[in-house]
């Protein structure tokens, strides 16, 4: 059972728009960063977002990330079939003194 | 460029060790944290632990505290992580990467992975 909570599995149509949530709890996402990763299949997970919502050189504007109070979300728009990976939130656990992931999100796009 | 570059896949028989690598370069090794990420088959990421290679201060998640070690040579910008008594469910990807700057920052830098199996 993971720290953070995420859906097992989204899915959407080409060009439409996805969100993912990630809940947590105050000892991690209420008081740390929350970034979130994309995993294609075969590779190494990639940073896509950092600090709730930054995102790194090179990422698309296509994806947004937003965090309120013990959650977080991951937005994707203009859906591509390249888009279709894992996602996962993850952050700092202060009360853990550790990092935490979320369990993982399968996208699809249909 | 930075990079985190792994050793290679291992295969291990059950109760046999293990330990491997990951060289980062391109950066100042010292002065970054490098955490080890285990990644099981068709599951997800389980953050493992952490060492900031400048003074081997390492920390462990509570689920891998005391089932694995980690470790680190500056001299050769290397990190480790190494696994004794290694069971069938040890088989898994494992990924070492480095946060941006503090110990609790995104990992912005990934290694490819280890692919480890261990079976008799």
């Known amino acids: 059972q993971s720290v953070l909570t995420q859906p097992p599995s989204v899915s959407a149509a080409p060009g439409q728009k996805v969100t993912i949530s990630c809940s947590g709890s105050s000892s991690n996402i209420g008081n740390n960063h929350v970034s979130w990763y994309q995993q294609l299949p075969g590779t190494a997970p990639k940073l896509l977002i950092y600090?709730?919502?930054k995102r790194p050189s090179g990422i698309p504007d296509r994806f947004s990330g937003s965090k309120s109070g013990t959650s977080a979300t991951l937005g994707i728009t203009g859906l591509q079939t390249g888009d279709e990976a894992d996602y996962y939130c993850?952050?700092?656990?202060?009360?853990?003194?550790?990092?935490?992931f979320g369990g993982g999100t399968k996208l699809t796009v249909l | 460029e930075v990079q985190l570059v792994q050793s290679g896949a291992e295969v291990k028989k059950p109760g046999e060790s293990l330990k491997i690598s990951c060289k980062g370069s391109g950066y100042s090794f010292t002065s970054h944290w490098i955490g080890w990420v285990r990644q099981m088959p068709g599951k997800g990421l389980e953050w493992m632990g952490i060492?900031?290679?400048?003074?081997?201060?390492?920390r462990y998640s509570p689920s891998f505290q005391g089932q694995v070690t980690i470790s680190a040579d500056k001299s050769i910008s290397t990190a480790y992580l190494q696994c004794s008594s290694l069971k069938a469910s040890d088989t898994a990807i494992y990924y070492c990467a480095r946060p941006s700057t503090m110990i609790g920052d995104a990992f912005d830098v990934w290694g490819q992975g280890t692919m480890v199996t261990v079976s008799s």
């Open positions: 060492i900031y290679p400048g003074d081997s201060d390492t």
């Open positions: 600090d709730n919502n």
């Open positions: 993850g952050t700092w656990d202060s009360s853990l003194s550790a990092g935490v």
